[in-house]
Each structure stands twice: as structure tokens, then as C-alpha cells.
């Protein structure tokens, strides 16, 4: 059988080319481009205020994944994240307005964001404000005795609530915080107050009124935190918590327990616990990164458990 072959004309490679090319772009697409989403990427850069000062940690969060990470000391933040896993960033803390970031590509400069104060409007009126007034100082739930100790890890958070000795109108003094000399009892930690959420009876708006950053000096000690010129206002009581922090220059390392060698995999500091013949149903922890509050309940024997926080007040004598 005889075979004629005619030399193609330009048209017809041209037409093959351009369908060669659709095929290896396609196949190129198949093989890398989820290689490219799921790669890891590493995300750093600082946190300012609106003065272009760095937040001390500083909460960064990965939108919709209940995960983050704190800044350090000075709003530095650094971690890595699969591409793909990250719609936004999310920046916040307390005192200020939160901040989304929009992610869609590999960074290729540091992430400088700057976050407005979130001013708090406390109501009421000014104790010290009023000439010749007479004032006492009340207690906020009370000074206790130490007992055992309360492990968490960064990100936890557990709050109590305080009520004043009596129903005068007030403004919160200070707040009190007992860190044992178990772990690395040095590491700050961050304070926050309260407002009822009357609806759960849990912790509601925040009204702390700035970004309260504390630590230990020796361990075994009641750490005093002065909040008199925030004008808190009492009401029928407020509920304190502590934070536990810890980020990017920071210590994060996991301890293990010395005095308790079943608990494990905690970070430092160790809030104090004291107990009560009543269980306390007012306590409430949550991870900060998930933003709900768990009512907690701890017991041993006949006796609740309960965080060594207290506060004082200040009001007008009758």
C-alpha cells in the first residue's frame, strides 16, 4: 500500500500547539497546584496601637479554625500554617477592636497591622469624685487559704465571680491573684473583669478598660493588681479571671508537674486553689481561641475547688 505524506501547513501546528499546551497546563495544574495550597507557610509581623506601639500578647487567630497563637512582649508574632487552611487572620485584644487580615497568597513581607482602641463606657458616676466624701474599702469574695494548685495551658482562661460584702455602689479597688511557686511561676499573665451576663449568669462584656499584664516574683504570693483609676464599677459583683499566656519569645514549653506527677503537658503559671464546704457553680473556664464560656465544677471529697482570686472596692459611707 502506497503512503503519501503532505507537510502539515502553519495553521495546523499552530492548532496542535495550542491543544498540546491546554493538556500539559492541565496536567501541571492536577500535580502542583495542591502541592502549592497545602504547603506550609510561615506568617510573621507585629501588632501595633494606634501610636505605633507594640500590643503585648496579643491574640492571633486563624479565621473559622478556633486556633491561635499569642505576640510576645512587643506585639512580635510568628507561625506556620498550611496555605489552603487560612481564609483570614484574625488580630485582638482586650481594649482594642478586632482586626481580619484576608489571606489569598503567600506573604512576601512581615504582616503589620494596627488595631483602634475600643473605648468602654462603664456608666455611673466618679466615688472619688465628690468633695469631702468619707469612703471604705469592702471585699470582693474573699481572701482564702491555699490548697491545692490549678494547671492549664496558654490559651485557657478561668474566671470567678465576686460579690461585694455589701450592696453599696462601688468601684473595683483591686484584684488579687495567688501564684504558687510550682513551674516557671515568673511568666506573665493577663487579668480581665467582667460585666454578668444576666442571661447565664457568666462572664458577659468585658470591661477591663485596657490590657492588664501581671507576673509573679517569688511564687507563693498574692499578686496585687491596682485597677482603682479604671472605675470599674461594682454593681451586684463582677466576675475576675486570669489568663494564662504565653507566645512567641516567650516560654512555651510544657511542664510536667513535680509536686503532682500525673499532670502533664501544662504551662506556667499555677493559680492556687482553695476550697469550700459549698461547690461553687460560679466558675467558668474557656479556651480563648473558641470563645465559650463551660461552667466548672471541681471537687474533692466534700469539698469545691475554687481560684484563689478576690478583689476590694471602694464606697461612700453612709
Known amino acids: 500500500m502506497l503512503t503519501i505524506w503532505c507537510e502539515p501547513t502553519w495553521e495546523e501546528i499552530s492548532f496542535y500547539l495550542v491543544k498540546a499546551m491546554r493538556w ?18 510561615h506568617f510573621y509581623g ?26 510576645d512582649e512587643l506585639g512580635n508574632f510568628s507561625f506556620s500554617a498550611p496555605l489552603d487552611s487560612i481564609k483570614g487572620i484574625v488580630f485582638h485584644c482586650v481594649g482594642y477592636k478586632e482586626k481580619v487580615v484576608e489571606v489569598s497568597s503567600k506573604p512576601t513581607d512581615p504582616i503589620i497591622v494596627k488595631l483602634e482602641r475600643n473605648e468602654v463606657i462603664l456608666g455611673g458616676v466618679l466615688v472619688k469624685g465628690e468633695k469631702n466624701a468619707k469612703y471604705r474599702v ?5 481572701k482564702t487559704k491555699h490548697y491545692g494548685d490549678c494547671y492549664y495551658r496558654s490559651g485557657d482562661e478561668i474566671a470567678i465571680f465576686l460579690p461585694p460584702q455589701n450592696r453599696n455602689k462601688g468601684f473595683v479597688k483591686e484584684v488579687y491573684v495567688y501564684i504558687t511557686n510550682e513551674g516557671i511561676f515568673t511568666n506573665k499573665f493577663r487579668v480581665h473583669i467582667y460585666e454578668i451576663d444576666t442571661t447565664r449568669n457568666s462572664p458577659g462584656r468585658d470591661i477591663s478598660d485596657g490590657n492588664i499584664i501581671v507576673a509573679a516574683i517569688k511564687g ?99
Request: hydrophobic content about 40%.
Open 24 to 41: 500539559i497546563i492541565f496536567f501541571l495544574q492536577l500535580v502542583f497546584v495542591p502541592c502549592l495550597s497545602a504547603q506550609t507557610v
Open 46 to 71: 507585629k501588632v501595633l496601637d494606634d501610636k505605633g506601639a507594640g500590643i503585648p500578647f496579643a491574640t492571633v487567630g486563624i479565621k473559622d479554625k478556633n486556633q491561635g497563637v499569642y505576640c
Open 138 to 142: 469592702g471585699y470582693l469574695g474573699k
Open 220 to 318: 507563693n504570693e498574692w499578686v496585687k493588681v491596682d485597677v482603682s483609676e479604671k472605675n470599674i464599677p461594682v454593681g451586684q459583683g463582677v466576675f475576675v479571671s486570669m489568663e494564662w499566656i504565653s507566645g512567641y519569645g516567650n516560654n512555651i514549653s510544657l511542664l510536667q508537674s513535680k509536686k503532682n506527677p500525673v499532670v502533664e503537658k501544662y504551662h506556667s503559671p499555677v493559680l492556687g486553689l482553695s476550697k469550700t464546704h459549698i461547690v461553687r457553680l460560679d466558675i467558668f473556664w474557656r479556651d480563648v481561641f473558641k470563645d465559650d464560656w463551660h461552667q466548672q465544677v471541681g471537687t474533692f471529697g466534700n469539698f469545691g475547688l475554687v481560684p484563689m482570686i478576690y478583689g476590694t472596692y471602694t464606697y461612700k459611707r453612709k
